[in-house]
């Protein structure tokens, strides 16, 4: 036959690539190099114990016995080798003593499922904390759990339990065969039991069982396996774990708004961080409380749109009812958004423990309370200068550069159309990079708005006490705009900056760091 079977220490296919491999390896053996020819040296090169012992039959059904001795070189990895009662003694390299040092658990096949995902029609999970019912009802998933009822799943969560039995992949295999002693790797009482209700090619529903036992030793999160009545007790990966094991709460859905980002007309706030809000009329934003100002649209635009399809990253509680644990009896602060007609809004709670910035969250008439992230918690709840207008400044040319850093000092001037280093010597320049810098400083804006009016110690915190760096404009002598430089954020990509004579210290973005402060 063409095909290769396992035929001890149990019967079974393997997987046909690691035994085309093997094949190979063992069809050709190489030697390194020979040490003697003299084979009743047994004991001294390790082949009256063999470390490893192969036998090769050949179509004619001859056999050859190959066998590996003493280590040579433990950094190396090489080892004797030798056929069996016959010399020279050879040195073999340890790419093939591991190709052949393989047991017969090694050469299973690791995909121990394929499934067509379209195929699956539901799944019942049962452990200690779960009891999950998802049915598939057309396009939807319905959810069945005794203390949440039923209720729609999240297509997300849906989507990679399905995926994984497209493709499921263990780490490895521990036993195999009727004799496996199923109790040492916790599957005589499995832990979790996932049954898959799938349609056959006759379309007949039948299910197939994945029973989850212990964790594998030495490898944290990875469990032992097995599909029910099958021989193969197998490792899954702690991913694929994390997956199968979740509980209800990942499958409802994290939707926490969702509205027509068109139709908002205005955002408004309550609650500690401060009153606010900002009204939008002919595409235009601005705010009127908690004083009236220009509003920054593109800030506002990308806000509106973030909460358009506002998601929670986790679900902390469904259906929620002690509010006061998440901080949403009185929360830490209400946003508005006021569409045509209705107004929808964001409960913000107190903080979740061992997530900074993060906040629990939930929809006025939701029954979900949800986890927000730290970036998105900080634009609904920052001062009212974050969303204030952004553009710093604007002229329309230029045709003289100078750049302090430190002690150094050098202009730039255009000549005949072209930039050139004027002081402290006459060069050529680099056209691009100083058409970038004039371009966005012609238009100059703000990454983010930081402090409007601040302190001696916030100027000394931001490195604008003593400027890093100092630009000025000028066209045709007169001073359109000095900028300082001070320190990089914490990100390490955007400097504090601030223009001379005004109080407002802002952020520039990567471009504009790099542009000013590059060499």
């Known amino acids: 036959e063409s095909a290769w079977k396992i035929n001890a220490p149990f019967t079974a296919v393997p997987f046909a690539e690691k035994m085309d491999e093997l094949a190979k390896e063992i069809g050709a053996p190489k030697a390194d190099s020979f040490v003697s020819l003299d084979s009743k040296e047994d004991a001294k090169f390790g082949f009256d114990k063999p470390f490893l012992q ?17 280590i040579v070189s433990e950094e190396a990895g090489t080892r004797y080798a030798r056929l069996k009662d016959k010399a020279p003694i050879a040195i073999v390299n340890p790419a093939f003593v591991k190709a052949v040092d393989v047991g017969a658990l090694d050469l299973l096949d690791p ?15 049962e452990s200690a904390l779960n009891k999950i019912t998802l049915d598939r009802e057309g396009e939807t ?35 195999y065969g009727p004799k496996a002693e199923v109790a040492a790797f916790g599957l005589d009482k499995p832990l979790t039991k996932i049954e898959i209700k799938l349609s056959n090619e006759m379309g007949k529903e039948e299910s197939k069982t994945l029973e989850i036992g212990t964790e594998v030793k030495g490898k944290s999160g990875s469990k032992y396996a097995r599909f029910k009545g099958e021989p193969a007790v197998f490792n899954l990966p702690a991913a694929t774990i ?26 408004t706030r309550s609650g500690i961080p401060g009153e606010l ?29 973030i909460v358009s399809d506002l998601k929670a990253d986790s679900i902390a509680a469904f259906p929620a009812t002690d509010l006061k644990l998440f901080g949403l009896d009185t929360p830490f602060a209400v946003v508005g958004f006021k569409l ?12 979740v423990e061992g997530k900074k910035g993060s906040r629990y969250a939930k929809s006025e008439d939701g029954k979900a309370v949800g986890v927000l992230s730290e970036v998105i918690v900080k634009k609904l709840i920052a001062s009212p200068l974050f969303y ?36 402290p010597f006459v060069s050529e320049a680099d056209q691009q990079q100083l058409d970038d810098a004039l371009d966005g400083l012609a238009r100059l804006r703000a990454d983010e708005l930081v402090v409007e009016k601040p302190t001696p110690e916030d100027l000394t915190r931001f490195g604008l006490d003593k400027p ?38 802002f952020l520039l973005d990567v471009k504009q760091t790099n542009w000013l402060q590059g060499e």
């Open 277 to 305: 809000e900002i009204n939008r009329k002919n595409e235009v934003w601005s705010l009127s409380k908690p004083k009236v100002e220009i509003a920054d649209d593109r800030t506002l635009n990308d806000l509106v749109a």
């Open 242 to 267: 994390l997956i199968l094991e979740r509980n209800y709460l990942a499958y409802v859905p994290r939707e926490i708004l969702k509205l027509k980002s068109d139709d908002v007309e205005s955002l």
């Open 468 to 505: 890093e760096t100092r630009w000025q404009i000028k066209n045709a002598g007169k001073l359109l705009l000095e900028i300082n430089l001070g320190k990089r954020d914490e990100s390490a990509t955007r400097c504090y900056a601030q223009i001379a004579g005004k109080d407002l210290v």
């Open 141 to 175: 998933w319905k959810v069945t759990e005794p203390k949440a009822g039923a209720f729609n799943a999240e297509p997300d969560a849906v989507f990679s339990l399905q995926s994984l039995w497209f493709n499921l992949r263990v780490d490895g295999f521990s036993a």
């Open 111 to 125: 995909l121990v499922m394929k499934q067509d995902p379209s195929k699956i029609k539901g799944f019942k999970i």
């Open 54 to 70: 192969l036998t090769v039959t050949d179509k004619d059904k001859k056999e050859k016995t190959l066998l590996l001795g003493k």
């Open 340 to 351: 045509k007609g209705q107004t929808k809004k964001v409960l913000l709670g107190k903080e």
């Open 388 to 423: 204030r207008d952004r553009n710093i400044t604007r002229f329309p040319d230029a045709d003289q550069l100078l750049l302090e850093r430190g002690p150094r000092k050098a202009t730039f001037a255009r000549v005949d159309g072209n930039w050139k280093l004027t002081e």
